[in-house]
Structure formats: C-alpha cells, structure tokens
C-alpha cells in the first residue's frame, strides 16, 4: 500500500469545494491498459495505450510497474539505454529502485520517492532493484511517466532531481474523505516539488470507500485519470473504472473520482494518478528512446548515441 499517509486527514489543509459558477470536467473516453514486460522482464501495464497523442499532449506514455511480489531472483530492472528530447518521472509507491546515468545522475528511492530525470539533449540511465531485493524477493510497484519537452527545450543540458517522500505537499478532499498527494504543479493552492519544464501537475490520491474527491484542475491544462487500483468512477456521469483503466477529461475547472463503498481486501482503498498539462501542440516524431520533431532528428539521436555523445557508462 502506499507509503504517503498521514493517521488523520483531518489534520491536512482542505481542498475547497467548487463554486457555483465552477464547471466539472466531462468524460470524453475510458481505456484499459494492456499487460506487458520492460526492461529485463518486469511486469507493466501500459496505461495510456489506445489514447490518441493528441489527447495525451503534452505526456508520451505511462507506465504502471507491478503491483508484483517478487520472489526471491525474481526483481528485474533495465539495461543501460539511452534517451533524448523528454523527461522521465519514476514514482516508487512501494518497493526499492536504484537509477544511475552518465551525467552523474543516480539514487535509490523508495516508498513515495520520484527521480525526474530531464534527458533532454542525451543521456544514458539504469534502472535496477538493489541487489538485496533480488536475492530477497520483496513488493514491486511504481509509475513511469514520460513528459515530452517543446521544441526549443529539447536540447536542454540534461538534469536529475531526487525528490523525497517527505517533500510531496499532502492536502485532503473538503470532507476529509481522500488523501491528494502534490508531486508536481499546483493544486487547490498548493505546490508539488517536481520542477517542470513543460507547465503540468501530477497527483497521487487515495478516496476513502464511499467517498468523493473533487479536485480543482487547471483550465489551461487537459486532464488524465488511472487507477492504480481499486473500483469506482469517475466524472459528475459517474462513469465505473477500475484498476488498470484510464479516463480522458474535458475542459473544466475541476474532475470528480469517486470511490465504490465496497473495495477488495487486497486493495481496501481507491488509488488513482491525476496528470495533466499544457499542450505543446507540436509534431511527434517517436522511435523507441527517442521523442523528437521530425524523422531527421530522431535518425540524428540515433547517430549521436552510436558515436558516443551521450556520454559513456560509468566503471
């Protein structure tokens, strides 16, 4: 379960109730994410599969990484491998992950920690479990999210930012009944750690069974949902999700999640991500880890990391 809690919601700033004149955000479409393996075989689910880029702007992909129990020989990472024009953002919600890059970059996080990583004009990064965790065995579960970067950014020198669990601004819903947890942006008044080149806001909420969550939401920016796990809905429609699903929002001034009053033991609680950002509305040319603007860029990146430029792995 996530590590980010607090024993008394009561005691957090409230997020305020919408006004009267406060427009919710409609659901346009709901997708289910396929099943798939990263790296050196770790479990994903590809969260925004099946939603067009357009709609995703200004984000590439997510990926959901677990909820596994590995036993022990079983944790699995990825082999170095490069990355230009965009960043990565690995959010660890239970489970140990080291990351190390040519740039010097590198930790370990855990339990509610992100590493925001801006490859932006070339890096080389691994991502691996400590090696305790592969003899040991242990829960695995976090998010990778990728945030393109605009055209006159994406040769930006690359940048590491290691944010502690401890640093995520914590508020809760108006009745208390759902814990919103700010890594990036600004929400309800309050302002995540993550440092963002492309404007955006990214939340971790748990809803209470039965309860609701009304989060107010940038007009400027569109608006995604997944569930990490659990059941309930989402938007004033009350359309069902359940773990593994996406919904894409409407413009509006603010998104509604509601939790089942009745959860699995497994997942006794409703977990969702909330992304969202200003569209850069620029082309995409994307091939593998590379996300640039035109096809000549792309077969550009790839000759730069074959001579070397991206830096070289470290002893």
């Given at each position: ?103 010097g970059g590198g930790g370990t996080i855990t339990n509610g920690d992100t590493q925001w990583m801006t490859a932006g004009s070339g890096i080389l ?92 939401w940038s007009q400027e920016f569109n608006a995604l949902v997944y569930v990490l796990n659990g059941h309930g809905s989402v938007g004033t429609d ?78």
């Amino acid at each position: 379960m996530p590590a980010v809690t607090v024993d008394d919601l009561t005691t957090l700033a409230r997020l305020p109730e919408p006004g009267l004149g406060d427009q919710p955000r409609p659901v346009w479409q709901v997708t289910t994410a396929p099943a798939g393996y990263e790296g050196e075989g770790f479990p994903v689910r590809r969260a925004f599969a099946g939603i067009d880029l357009g709609l995703l702007d200004p984000f590439i992909m997510m990926d959901q990484m677990g909820e596994v129990e590995y036993a022990p020989g079983e944790p699995k990472g990825t082999p170095w491998h490069p990355h230009r024009g965009f960043e990565t953002v690995t959010y660890m919600i239970d489970g140990v992950f080291e990351h190390q890059d040519s740039h010097g970059g590198g930790g370990t996080i855990t339990n509610g920690d992100t590493q925001w990583m801006t490859a932006g004009s070339g890096i080389l990064h691994i991502e691996t479990p400590p090696e305790w965790l592969v003899q040991n065995g242990g829960l695995f579960h976090g998010i990778q999210l990728w945030v393109n970067l605009p055209r006159d950014e994406k040769m930006v020198a690359p940048k590491y930012q290691d944010i502690r669990s401890g640093q995520v601004a914590l508020l809760t819903s108006y009745d208390a009944g759902a814990l919103v947890r700010v890594i990036a942006g600004q929400v309800g008044g309050q302002a995540g750690p993550g440092s963002t080149h492309t404007p955006m806001a990214l939340v971790h909420a748990t809803v209470e069974p039965g309860a609701r969550l009304d989060l107010p939401w940038s007009q400027e920016f569109n608006a995604l949902v997944y569930v990490l796990n659990g059941h309930g809905s989402v938007g004033t429609d009350q359309r069902p999700i359940h773990t593994g699903q996406s919904a894409v929002l409407g413009a509006g001034d603010y998104l509604t999640i509601a939790a089942d009053g009745s959860q699995e033991s497994r997942s006794p609680k409703l977990d969702v991500i909330v992304v969202g950002g200003k569209p850069i509305g620029q082309t995409i040319a994307w091939a593998g880890p590379f996300v640039m603007n035109t096809k000549s860029e792309v077969l550009q990146a790839f000759e730069d990391y074959q001579s070397g430029s991206f830096g070289h792995i470290p002893g």
